[in-house]
């Protein structure tokens, strides 16, 4: 008898199929005497849309809503619907006794294996593969520690409550607000609180009023101290008073302070905090950062499993640490490396604590020798961030001499600080060595012609939320919100609102919805976004709730709550929310309608940002026709180098530059074959087609199509 291996992924299904030598490739499946390794393509079977249950929901109708199966049906997605025929035809193969589930390892990955298995007859026994790496090692022994299905029925139970209740809640409260408002509005459990944490953040700039501050220092030996008041002075005559007084008072050097002490590395990433330093270092958006780590777990096997809420790894992982290190000996942190491996490398209770690992521990790298050459820029931008936190917890810490001098003027005190490195430890890894000039004070000393200077200062907003302080607020949402200590336990307890798997699918949502945009980094809340936060009903806004809801699901995860109690709480809060929205006297008014006719039903269509260009939408939502305006490109402006624009499609499109350079798709057609060998050459198709730094709509593609290649 066989046992069904079911990956998520063709990739992983290859690995294992590799590591467990099923040579004989079948059409969807490859096989030996012991393994059929097969694959979903992400999910295989999903919940049937509202039409699948009555045709009368193909329209969109107030009076049919709230729409509540009395029970879930669960579809075939047609797109996928050969290779789930394949999978299904395995598992119900007569020589096939077991089904192994090799699916990511987590919620999502549980319920893409279990909802074909839903679909498939036999009712076979159940194994689960458990790993948070694709490397060949890894993949040994999680077959030798393969655990019964039963252990993870907790986790599939919550999986499908998610989904469940996301299709009830979902589907019921966005059909009602597209049909009561005309106009494609979208609520949910985890965005709507998320687009209301950045319109409270931008309206709290936008009320902020400005207000002068003043304050004193000294310059001793071009060192500053700082004037130590305790309140900020807001009235100039009470600065320029004391100045006055203090002019004729003596200034001694009372106390001189030297402390040696440490700086320790950050945690080991989790998924939301490498998202945050991604962002802060290279500016890559929470979804283009979990793309890129998707691709050094799968297909690069780089790197642990990238889906995680824990900075820590597991005591039985510390045997592992030489190799981890030794991988990165092809890096720029060689040096570090070939130190590291003069000794024996132990773990540390910095690091590790099994107690905060539950599903998967931090991000690392795996076993496996980088070759740098063959990462794409991002990707090596993002292995070597993990790496250097990952060396940087093995390291020592950075020690440092702290002098703090305190001179007294009359009864006034002024405050210096100096640093001098003792040893520079984890901070060898990204150079920062110090250099500062430590100058010698003696406790005492009275200094002589001090010049007191008067600082002119001003109160300053709190900064818009950037992709990488979102991700913050979303994992900690009372930073955000005015919620009382109950609830601010909940919520820490339940990890914010979202998953680190979902919040950067919830962002993209909010563009894509064109209820947020970015303004140099800064995230604001559009019109839109403002108008679908006053339609949308009062308890989908707070994160209390969104909360509550995660806290459930985790404890459906762990058989501490029932799952068809909470299906049945989501059925009664959808009916009350629909009352709300049926019942509301509210208006939407569209601020971006233009005079173009949607070529499909007639109606005019809505001029729409995204994140590469503009483009124009049909205003009626079912209609869903769209059009591009313009858009960013990888092609570049041959005086200024900056990307172009493209305007149109076509021949007569228009490409332009922000310096003023403009021509059409021919004339940058002609150019590029005027060139001697009629030819692109490989570095610049390299350059400008590289995969992962391609926008999905790349015009570059289509002004080089007809060349000949």
């Given at each position: 008898?066989?046992?069904?291996?079911?990956?998520?992924?063709?990739?992983?299904?290859?690995?294992?199929?590799?590591?467990?030598?099923?040579?004989?490739?079948?059409?969807?499946?490859?096989?030996?005497?012991?393994?059929?390794?097969?694959?979903?393509?992400?999910?295989?079977?999903?919940?049937?849309?509202?039409?699948?249950?009555?045709?009368?929901?193909?329209?969109?109708?107030?009076?049919?809503?709230?729409?509540?199966?009395?029970?879930?049906?669960?579809?075939?997605?047609?797109?996928?619907?050969k290779q789930f025929n394949v999978v299904k035809s395995q598992i119900e193969r007569q020589d096939v006794n077991e089904v192994i589930i090799a699916t990511d390892a987590g919620r999502e990955g549980e319920l893409v294996a279990r909802l074909i298995l839903e679909k498939c007859k036999g009712n076979k026994p159940v194994k689960r593969l458990w790993i948070s790496s694709v490397t060949d090692g890894a993949i040994r022994e999680g077959f030798k520690k393969l655990k019964p299905g039963s252990e993870y029925h907790g986790l599939y139970q919550a999986a499908l409550a998610r989904s469940e209740a996301d299709w009830i809640v979902g589907i019921n409260a966005t059909r009602a607000l597209t049909t009561k408002y005309d106009a494609q509005l979208s609520t949910g459990r985890v965005q709507t609180p998320t687009l209301q944490m950045v319109k409270i953040r931008q309206d709290a700039i936008n009320q902020f009023q400005p207000r002068k501050y003043y304050g004193l220092n000294i310059v001793v030996d071009g060192v500053t101290f700082n004037w130590q008041s305790p309140n900020r002075i807001f009235d100039e005559t009470v600065v320029d008073a004391l100045i006055k007084k203090l002019q004729t008072e003596k200034a001694v050097i009372s106390d001189v302070e030297t402390n040696e002490k440490k700086r320790y590395p950050g945690k080991l990433y989790d998924l939301t905090s490498l998202q945050q330093d991604a962002y802060r270092r290279f500016k890559y958006s929470a979804k283009e950062t979990l793309s890129t780590m998707q691709n050094l777990y799968e297909s690069h096997k780089l790197v642990t499993y990238p889906r995680t809420d824990s900075n820590y790894l597991t005591t039985d992982m510390v045997?592992?640490?030489?190799?981890?290190?030794?991988?990165?000996?092809?890096?720029?942190?060689?040096?570090?490396?070939?130190?590291?491996?003069?000794?024996?490398?132990?773990?540390?209770?910095?690091?590790i604590n099994d107690a905060k690992v539950s599903d998967h521990h931090a991000i690392v790298p795996t076993e496996v020798r980088v070759n740098l050459d063959s990462l794409s820029g991002r990707e090596q931008n993002i292995y070597l961030l993990i790496a250097e936190r990952f060396l940087s917890n093995l390291m020592p810490p950075n020690v440092y001499a702290e002098q703090k001098v305190t001179v007294n003027i009359g009864e006034s005190i002024f405050v210096a600080k100096q640093e001098q490195t003792v040893t520079l430890g984890f901070k060898a890894l990204n150079r920062q060595a110090s250099t500062d000039k430590h100058h010698r004070f003696v406790k005492g000393t009275q200094l002589e012609n001090i010049k007191i200077n008067k600082t002119t200062h001003e109160t300053e907003p709190p900064p818009y939320l950037n992709e990488g302080t979102l991700l913050k607020a979303m994992e900690?949402?009372?930073?955000?919100?005015?919620?009382?200590?109950?609830?601010?336990?909940?919520?820490?307890?339940?990890?914010?609102?979202?998953?680190?798997a979902t919040r950067a699918d919830i962002i993209e949502k909010l563009y894509n919805l064109n209820a947020i945009e970015n303004f140099n980094g800064n995230i604001k809340v559009t019109n839109k976004g403002r108008q679908l936060l006053e339609l949308a009903p009062n308890a989908l806004k707070s994160p209390e709730l969104t909360a509550d809801w995660e806290h459930k699901l985790t404890l459906i995860e762990k058989n501490k709550y029932d799952k068809n109690k909470f299906i049945d709480e989501m059925r009664k809060f959808t009916k009350e929310i629909i009352d709300e929205i049926k019942s509301s006297e509210d208006k939407f008014k569209h601020d971006n309608m233009t005079t173009t006719e949607c070529p499909t039903c007639g109606k005019f269509m809505l001029e729409k940002k995204t994140r590469n260009g503009k483009m124009l939408v049909c205003q009626d939502p079912t209609c869903g026709t769209k059009k591009n305006v313009q858009r960013k490109t990888n092609a570049r402006c041959p005086e200024c180098k900056k990307k172009l624009t493209l305007h149109g499609k076509g021949p007569k499109a228009m490409y332009s530059c922000t310096c003023g350079f403009r021509e059409t798709q021919?004339?940058?057609?002609?150019?590029?074959?005027?060139?001697?060998?009629?030819?692109?050459?490989?570095?610049?198709?390299?350059?400008?087609?590289?995969?992962?730094?391609?926008?999905?709509?790349?015009?570059?593609?289509?002004?080089?199509?007809?060349?000949?290649?």
């Amino acid at each position: 008898m066989k046992s069904v291996v079911l990956a998520e992924k063709p990739s992983v299904a290859r690995d294992i199929a590799r590591v467990l030598n099923c040579n004989q490739k079948k059409n969807g499946y490859m096989e030996n005497n012991q393994y059929i390794v097969t694959w979903a393509l992400g999910h295989l079977v999903t919940n049937a849309d509202p039409e699948q249950y009555d045709s009368k929901y193909k329209t969109w109708d107030m009076k049919d809503l709230p729409i509540l199966p009395e029970r879930m049906k669960l579809v075939v997605i047609g797109k996928t619907r050969k290779q789930f025929n394949v999978v299904k035809s395995q598992i119900e193969r007569q020589d096939v006794n077991e089904v192994i589930i090799a699916t990511d390892a987590g919620r999502e990955g549980e319920l893409v294996a279990r909802l074909i298995l839903e679909k498939c007859k036999g009712n076979k026994p159940v194994k689960r593969l458990w790993i948070s790496s694709v490397t060949d090692g890894a993949i040994r022994e999680g077959f030798k520690k393969l655990k019964p299905g039963s252990e993870y029925h907790g986790l599939y139970q919550a999986a499908l409550a998610r989904s469940e209740a996301d299709w009830i809640v979902g589907i019921n409260a966005t059909r009602a607000l597209t049909t009561k408002y005309d106009a494609q509005l979208s609520t949910g459990r985890v965005q709507t609180p998320t687009l209301q944490m950045v319109k409270i953040r931008q309206d709290a700039i936008n009320q902020f009023q400005p207000r002068k501050y003043y304050g004193l220092n000294i310059v001793v030996d071009g060192v500053t101290f700082n004037w130590q008041s305790p309140n900020r002075i807001f009235d100039e005559t009470v600065v320029d008073a004391l100045i006055k007084k203090l002019q004729t008072e003596k200034a001694v050097i009372s106390d001189v302070e030297t402390n040696e002490k440490k700086r320790y590395p950050g945690k080991l990433y989790d998924l939301t905090s490498l998202q945050q330093d991604a962002y802060r270092r290279f500016k890559y958006s929470a979804k283009e950062t979990l793309s890129t780590m998707q691709n050094l777990y799968e297909s690069h096997k780089l790197v642990t499993y990238p889906r995680t809420d824990s900075n820590y790894l597991t005591t039985d992982m510390v045997s592992t640490l030489k190799d981890r290190v030794a991988s990165l000996s092809t890096t720029e942190y060689r040096a570090q490396v070939v130190e590291l491996l003069k000794s024996p490398i132990k773990g540390s209770s910095h690091f590790i604590n099994d107690a905060k690992v539950s599903d998967h521990h931090a991000i690392v790298p795996t076993e496996v020798r980088v070759n740098l050459d063959s990462l794409s820029g991002r990707e090596q931008n993002i292995y070597l961030l993990i790496a250097e936190r990952f060396l940087s917890n093995l390291m020592p810490p950075n020690v440092y001499a702290e002098q703090k001098v305190t001179v007294n003027i009359g009864e006034s005190i002024f405050v210096a600080k100096q640093e001098q490195t003792v040893t520079l430890g984890f901070k060898a890894l990204n150079r920062q060595a110090s250099t500062d000039k430590h100058h010698r004070f003696v406790k005492g000393t009275q200094l002589e012609n001090i010049k007191i200077n008067k600082t002119t200062h001003e109160t300053e907003p709190p900064p818009y939320l950037n992709e990488g302080t979102l991700l913050k607020a979303m994992e900690n949402p009372s930073s955000i919100f005015e919620i009382d200590k109950t609830a601010q336990s909940t919520l820490k307890s339940a990890g914010g609102i979202g998953t680190v798997a979902t919040r950067a699918d919830i962002i993209e949502k909010l563009y894509n919805l064109n209820a947020i945009e970015n303004f140099n980094g800064n995230i604001k809340v559009t019109n839109k976004g403002r108008q679908l936060l006053e339609l949308a009903p009062n308890a989908l806004k707070s994160p209390e709730l969104t909360a509550d809801w995660e806290h459930k699901l985790t404890l459906i995860e762990k058989n501490k709550y029932d799952k068809n109690k909470f299906i049945d709480e989501m059925r009664k809060f959808t009916k009350e929310i629909i009352d709300e929205i049926k019942s509301s006297e509210d208006k939407f008014k569209h601020d971006n309608m233009t005079t173009t006719e949607c070529p499909t039903c007639g109606k005019f269509m809505l001029e729409k940002k995204t994140r590469n260009g503009k483009m124009l939408v049909c205003q009626d939502p079912t209609c869903g026709t769209k059009k591009n305006v313009q858009r960013k490109t990888n092609a570049r402006c041959p005086e200024c180098k900056k990307k172009l624009t493209l305007h149109g499609k076509g021949p007569k499109a228009m490409y332009s530059c922000t310096c003023g350079f403009r021509e059409t798709q021919e004339q940058m057609d002609k150019r590029f074959k005027s060139r001697k060998t009629g030819k692109v050459s490989k570095n610049e198709m390299k350059k400008y087609m590289k995969k992962d730094e391609e926008p999905i709509n790349n015009p570059f593609a289509d002004a080089l199509k007809n060349l000949n290649l």
